[in-house]
């Protein structure tokens, strides 16, 4: 997040009181949960029609987190009180 983000928060009317950005720690954790979990589900489910779709998919987005996209964004979280007037 940039000063020019946090200042249209403050133009619209918000006040950042508390902010996290992610470690690469949890952002990895995040990642293996969404595509583990898919690919766990394919695992479990072979006769399931969408089995190999979904394995197919897990696959494919975890190979492009490690080899494309890993390093190159992250999450903030911020908890904005709404500024009186």
Do not use: K
């Not at 583990?36 to 969408?50: C, K, Q």
């Amino acid at each position: 997040m940039n000063r020019e983000q946090i200042s249209r928060i403050a133009h619209d009317g918000w006040t950042p009181v508390e902010g996290h950005v992610s470690t690469r720690r949890e952002l990895d954790n995040y990642e293996w949960g969404c595509w583990g979990s898919l690919a766990s589900w394919a695992l479990d489910h072979p006769a399931d029609p969408d089995s190999s779709q979904v394995l197919a998919t897990a696959t494919t987005r975890r190979s492009e987190w490690l080899r494309v996209y890993r390093d190159t964004w992250g999450f903030v979280s911020l908890v904005l009180r709404q500024t009186s007037d």
